[in-house]
């Protein structure tokens, strides 16, 4: 079993970037595939972005591209997400969770960070 507790959310004006940080506990964290889900008001949990154990792939959801960027340190037993270009549409409640099977499954997951872009 692995814990995991999320940080760095907050409120940011359009246009502007955050860093949010998921620290685990527990089982190698080299083991399990990363992912950032998010949740807005009203809708559905959704899939942002992956990664890999080595770190060496990532996956995105389409609209983030070229704007976020996942990336983990092994020896911090840490992932990121690098948010830039921020928009209003990107309010939500950050998630990330771990998965030794695949990525964008979440087995376990963080408490969650608040992102809040005003426009």
């Known amino acids: 079993q692995v814990q995991l507790v999320d940080s760095g959310g907050g409120l940011v004006q359009a246009g502007g970037s955050l860093r949010l940080a998921c620290v685990a506990s527990g089982r190698t964290f080299s083991n399990y595939f990363m992912t950032w889900f998010r949740q807005a008001p009203g809708k559905d949990r959704e899939f942002v972005a992956a990664?890999?154990?080595?770190?060496?792939?990532?996956y995105y959801k389409d609209s983030v591209k070229g704007r976020f960027t996942i990336s983990r340190d092994n020896a911090k037993n840490t992932v990121y997400l690098q948010m830039n270009g921020l928009k209003p549409e990107d309010t939500a409640i950050y998630y990330c969770?771990?998965?030794?099977?695949?990525?964008?499954?979440?087995?376990?997951w963080g408490q969650g960070t608040q992102v809040t872009v005003s426009s």
């Open positions: 990664v890999s154990g080595s770190g060496s792939n990532t």
């Open positions: 969770a771990a998965s030794t099977v695949v990525p964008g499954r979440g087995d376990y």
